[in-house]
C-alpha cells in the first residue's frame, strides 16, 4: 500500500542551512575585550549605539558578556554614546 506523501508548494526553500558563524574573538584567541579598543567595540554595536545580539554577531556567550561589559563601561568614561531614539 503506497502513502502519498504531499510536498509543500517552494521545495526546500523553506528550509534552507545557514552556516554556522564563528565566534570572532575565538577565531582571533582574544581573551581580554578592553573598553578603551573603540574600534573593536563599535563592531558590536548598530548605528544608533544598542548592543547587537548574538545570533547576529555570532559571538560565544562567554565573549559576549565580557562585550557588553566592555561596552557599558565605556559608556560610564563617556567614550561611546548610550542609545539613542
Excluded: W
Amino acid at each position: 500500500m503506497a502513502v502519498n506523501v504531499r510536498k509543500k508548494e517552494g521545495g526546500d526553500r523553506y528550509f534552507k542551512r545557514f552556516s554556522k558563524r564563528i565566534c570572532f574573538f575565538c577565531k582571533g584567541k582574544i581573551d581580554n575585550i578592553d573598553y578603551k579598543d573603540l574600534d573593536l567595540l563599535r563592531k558590536s554595536m548598530n548605528d544608533k549605539g544598542k548592543i547587537k545580539p548574538r545570533r547576529v554577531t555570532g559571538t560565544c556567550t562567554q565573549h559576549q558578556r565580557k562585550l557588553a561589559t566592555a561596552i557599558k563601561r565605556a559608556r560610564e568614561m563617556a567614550l561611546i554614546k548610550y542609545p539613542t531614539k
